[in-house]
């Protein structure tokens, strides 16, 4: 069955230090998502991609956070400086809008720790 | 998106079904109701989704009443592998619309 790849799985780094994070969703599917899950709490969406096209970053704290996907295929979520705060888990999911919908598929995440 | 309200946790005994239970009485005539579990440490995982007939699948049934105001997702035999967070969420497919998820429902199967 095909997966959302992400990487790294943890990620431990020191506050004012970047960190970035790695998504390589289904191959086909046009439709990317970032969330960001802090314990206790339901993933929030971050930013959507339709191809290599920024569709909602509404929720993308830009003073910070960036995020790309330059050839429509994998992106990158990139945080700089890191801020105790946004010790979470980061998840990648895609989706397809072509034939029956299933909604989105989620990698595993990456969880970051800020200290 | 409509909104969508979970009980915080249940508990149920290993082999019994569970019944988990949404309200989404805002809900409009082109959203669906999709559900996801999300397993300790991992991604959300789709489940099962519907408009407004009763699905089934290997997973999952979906039952949805026919004012669509609530539905109540069932594993019919429960083991311990299915204690997650299960969220209820309610989505448009159009282009514009996008996964919210609230805070769900916390299950425990127990022995």
């Known amino acids: 069955e095909a997966e959302v790849a992400q990487s790294p799985r943890y990620k431990i780094t020191e506050k004012s230090q970047a960190v970035a994070f790695w998504c390589d969703p289904i191959?086909?599917?046009?439709?990317l998502y970032w969330y960001r899950q802090i314990l206790g709490q339901g993933p929030e969406l971050l930013v959507q991609?339709?191809?290599?096209?920024?569709?909602?970053d509404s929720q993308l704290p830009k003073d910070r956070f960036s995020a790309e996907r330059l050839k429509g295929v994998d992106s990158t979520l990139k945080i700089q400086p890191a801020e105790l705060g946004d010790s979470a888990m980061y998840l990648c999911?895609?989706?397809?809008?072509?034939?029956?919908?299933?909604?989105?598929?989620f990698g595993s995440g990456t969880r970051l720790t800020v200290v | 998106d409509a909104k969508t309200t979970q009980p915080p946790s249940m508990d149920c005994a290993e082999g019994r079904a569970a019944n988990l239970p949404c309200n989404h009485s805002?809900?409009?005539?082109?959203?669906?109701v999709y559900w996801y579990r999300q397993i300790h440490s991992q991604g959300p995982q789709y489940i099962i989704h519907?408009?407004?007939n009763n699905e089934t699948n290997e997973m999952a049934s979906l039952i949805i009443t026919e004012d669509r105001k609530s539905s109540t997702l069932i594993l019919p035999h429960a083991t311990l592998r299915d204690t997650a967070v299960y969220y209820c969420?309610?989505?448009?497919?159009?282009?514009?619309?996008?996964?919210?998820f609230g805070t769900g429902t916390r299950l425990q199967v127990t022995l």
């Open positions: 991609f339709q191809d290599e096209s920024v569709v909602d």
């Open positions: 969420i309610v989505f448009n497919t159009g282009t514009a619309s996008k996964l919210t």
């Open positions: 519907g408009l407004k």
């Open positions: 999911a895609s989706s397809s809008r072509t034939g029956v919908n299933y909604g989105y598929t």
């Open positions: 805002t809900i409009s005539g082109n959203e669906y």
């Open positions: 191959s086909g599917h046009a439709t």
